[in-house]
Structures are given as C-alpha cells and as structure tokens.
C-alpha cells in the first residue's frame, strides 16, 4: 500500500542553524501539508500546498519557514534559524484531493530537537 | 473560537473490553468529523471520516457517532485488543477551509492483559 515518507526520523541542530525536513508524498496525490506537534500536545497546521504553491498557512508559519517540490517526488519543510521552541514532531501529510471527503495521509514525522 | 475538546484525557481497560470516547466541537461552519488513531511517535491514522448528514460510521472494531445538532460525536471501541493502545484524536474540518483541520487533544487509550 503508498505511503507517505519522511527523512530523518530524527534531526538534532543547534539554536540558530537551518535544517530541511524531507517528505516524499503518496505518488499520485495533488495537495501536500506540514504539521507539527510539540510533546503532549495538539497537533498543529502549518502550511498546505497545491500546484507548486501555498494554498494556505497558519500564524505558525512565519518567515522563518518555507516549504518547497523541488522535483516531482519530494516535498520539503525548511526552517531558516531555529529556536529551541521549534522542537516537535512535524509531519508530512498528502491527499488526492481537496474536497472535505478526501483522505490526508500521514508520514511517520521527524523528531527535531533543537539545542 | 473553533475548537475540539475531547473525554476522557486517558483511559485504561481490560483487554476484551469495550470502550467510548467523546468528542464535543464548536467548530463553524462545518464541514466533516474525523477520528485519528496515533500510535505513539507515530503519524495519525484515519478511522473514520463523517460529514454533516451520517449519523454512524463503522470501520471495524470502530464505530463512530455524530450529533450534529448538539456537536457531538463518539467513537466506540469493541472488544479491544492490546494493539488498540494509542492516542485517538477527534479533528474537525472547516467549510470555508479546504485544507486547515481543527485537532483535539486526544483521549490517550491503554488496554490491559
């Protein structure tokens, strides 16, 4: 059965440093997303993206953020200087559609800990 | 403010046993209902989705409920199995958004042998 990847499972970086989270969505998908969630809480939206363009975004996703489909497979979170508030799980979703009936698929999701 | 709240916040039964979980939103407008199985340091899995007009949805073992009138909806586990361990977060769509969902906080679940 397709699923949706991510690459790392777990990043460390430093307060301040740039990292790239990776996801390579569901083949056949159209519309991908981040979320994030910090330990013991909610699961947050960050962004959503649809034809090589942000379809909408959260207050989270400030300047420090941007995302990117670089090619015809992956799907990629970039965080520019991180902070240490910036540790959580993110998560990569994709879907066929974005109609309200439509399936998100989820990632395994990355564990980024900022020091 | 839209938002999802959900009961209980953890729950632990006997293996073999069944269980309800509850889920009360005041998200609007609303478009559908999901309910999300996460094991832990693992992504959210789909249950079940519901819109507007379906009152119950099985999967399984899962069946889930909603009361659109009074923003309510259940999800019900029979006779569970020690694989149903895991979080279940209840997560509403907005109408007027096509892709931003509102999560709850999830009822953390543990089954006992």
């Known amino acids: 059965e397709p699923e949706v990847t991510q690459t790392p499972s777990h990043q460390v970086t430093q307060m301040g440093q740039e990292v790239i989270l990776r996801c390579v969505p569901i083949?056949?998908?159209?519309?991908f997303y981040w979320y994030r969630q910090i330990l013991g809480q909610k699961v947050e939206f960050l962004v959503s993206?649809?034809?090589?363009?942000?379809?909408?975004k959260s207050e989270i996703f400030d300047d420090q953020f941007s995302v990117e489909r670089p090619d015809g497979s992956n799907f990629t979170l970039k965080i520019r200087s991180t902070k240490l508030e910036d540790s959580a799980m993110y998560f990569c979703a994709s879907s066929e559609g974005k109609s309200a009936t439509y399936e998100q698929y989820f990632g395994p999701g990355t564990r980024l800990t900022v020091t | 403010k839209n938002q999802v709240e959900q009961s209980p916040q953890s729950l632990i039964i006997l293996e073999g046993k069944n269980c309800t979980l509850q889920?009360?939103?005041?998200?609007?407008?609303?478009?559908?209902l999901r309910w999300y199985k996460q094991d832990t340091g693992r992504g959210p899995v789909s249950l079940t989705i519901m819109t507007f007009s379906e009152n119950t949805k099985s999967n399984g073992r899962y069946t889930a409920t909603l009361d659109a009138d009074t923003k309510q909806s259940s999800l019900h586990i029979t006779a569970s199995q020690l694989s149903d361990s895991a979080s279940y977060i209840c997560?509403?769509?907005?109408?007027?958004?096509?892709?931003?969902?509102?999560w709850g906080a999830g009822t953390k679940l543990i089954i006992k042998p």
């Open positions: 083949s056949n998908h159209l519309y």
């Open positions: 889920c009360n939103y005041t998200v609007s407008p609303f478009s559908n």
């Open positions: 993206f649809y034809n090589n363009e942000i379809s909408e």
């Open positions: 997560v509403v769509s907005l109408l007027d958004s096509n892709y931003q969902l509102i």
